[in-house]
């Protein structure tokens, strides 16, 4: 069974800094992909920042700069740091595993990271 537990998050002032880490569970880790999404109020969700199998990266333009996503194939963990937080940035985070083929994807329950201006 596919578990993603993500830790990390709470209320920080604009300008301060989170790590966020995903732990995962019941899958070969190194053959994921590994995403942070995150769904702000009355919000869509969206992708922040992306890592592949390869470790090859993509992030959000809105990011780009603040956030870094690494990942370590023998702890089975996906990290994103946040820096120069903004109160835009204030969202439920969601990790995101998924792997191309076959197909399969899978979510946590999601991190609540909250900015005060």
């Known amino acids: 069974q596919v578990q993603l537990v993500e830790s990390g998050g709470g209320l920080v002032q604009a300008g301060g800094s989170l790590r966020l880490s995903c732990a995962a569970s019941?899958?070969?880790?190194?053959?994921?992909?590994m995403g942070w999404y995150r769904q702000g109020t009355g919000k869509q969700r969206e992708l922040v920042a992306r890592?592949?199998?390869?470790?090859?990266?993509n992030y959000a333009d809105s990011v780009k700069g603040r956030f870094t996503i690494s990942r370590d194939n023998a702890k089975n963990t996906a990290d994103l740091q946040m820096s120069s937080l903004k109160p835009e940035d204030t969202a439920v985070y969601y990790c995101?595993?998924?792997?191309?083929?076959?197909?399969?994807?899978?979510w946590g329950q999601g991190t609540q990271v909250t900015v005060s201006s």
């Open positions: 995101n595993a998924n792997l191309r083929l076959p197909p399969r994807d899978s």
């Open positions: 019941g899958i070969v880790f190194k053959f994921y992909d």
């Open positions: 890592i592949t199998n390869t470790g090859g990266t």
